[in-house]
């Protein structure tokens, strides 16, 4: 299974972008399609995820602020950042769990800055 992830690059503090991350391969058995991030000199960190029947977990600091979604036909998850501010600035990484394994996005750099 191949993760592309996309979407990512700078913004203005208020503003919005939307993550996209798109699975190749054998990718027919996902279960859980999530996003995480990871800030400079912070560990990763869960974003949001969302399950196969539609679950959704966010993390406290951006919900209401943050809506992930997945379309099945298209194996794809995205994540729709409202109202970014600088601390969440960092890489964003993509993650699928099917029922054998996990699989990890190449990374997108998201940075809010004025």
């Known amino acids: 299974v191949q993760l592309q992830a996309s979407g990512g690059g700078l913004v203005q503090p208020g503003g919005s972008l939307r993550l996209s991350c798109a699975a190749s391969?054998?990718?027919?058995?996902?279960?859980?399609m999530g996003w995480y991030r990871q800030a400079p000199g912070m560990q990763r960190a869960l974003v949001a995820h969302i399950t196969s029947g539609g679950f959704t977990n966010y993390a406290d600091s951006v919900k209401g602020r943050f809506t992930i979604s997945r379309d099945n036909a298209k194996n794809t998850v995205y994540l729709q950042m409202n109202s970014l501010k600088p601390e969440d600035t960092a890489v964003y990484y993509c993650?699928?769990?099917?029922?054998?394994?996990?699989?990890w996005g190449q990374g997108t750099q998201v940075t809010v800055s004025s």
């Open positions: 993650k699928i769990v099917t029922s054998l394994y996990a699989y």
């Open positions: 391969g054998s990718s027919s058995d996902i279960n859980v």
